[in-house]
């Protein structure tokens, strides 16, 4: 039984950090490039970044790229978002997925963790 499960989101100021990690199991894990994506209230889920499979390529949307940085550990089966001058815009659900193409389409996703909220506050 595949599980992706997402951890390190909670409530923090305006400027802060937080990490996000992202654990999968009962997947070969570096089979699969992996991605965060996120989900505000009221909108529509979004891509925020993608890694390839060996962690060399990565890919940030063009407006979070000087905040936000993903990497992975494939011998810990984890992947990571590290945030950093968070935004109260910022403030959303942040799903970590597993693919098998380079992309942020939501249909693209094969496998969804269950979510992980971040909320900045002002």
């Known amino acids: 039984q595949v599980q992706v499960v997402e951890s390190g989101g909670g409530l923090i100021q305006a400027g802060g950090s937080l990490r996000l990690s992202c654990t999968a199991s009962?997947?070969?894990?570096?089979?699969?490039?992996m991605g965060w994506f996120r989900q505000a209230p009221g909108k529509e889920r979004e891509g925020v970044s993608l890694?390839?499979?060996?962690?060399?390529?990565?890919h940030v949307v063009d407006s979070l790229k000087t905040r936000f940085t993903i990497s992975r550990d494939n011998a810990k089966n984890t992947l990571y978002l590290q945030m950093n001058n968070l935004k109260p815009e910022d403030t959303a659900m942040y799903y970590c997925?597993?693919?098998?193409?380079?992309?942020?389409?939501?249909?693209?996703?094969?496998?969804w963790g269950q979510g992980t909220q971040v909320t900045v506050s002002s």
């Open positions: 997925a597993a693919t098998t193409e380079w992309s942020l389409e939501i249909k693209a996703v094969k496998y």
């Open positions: 009962g997947v070969t894990f570096d089979d699969y490039i």
């Open positions: 890694i390839t499979r060996d962690g060399h390529g990565r």
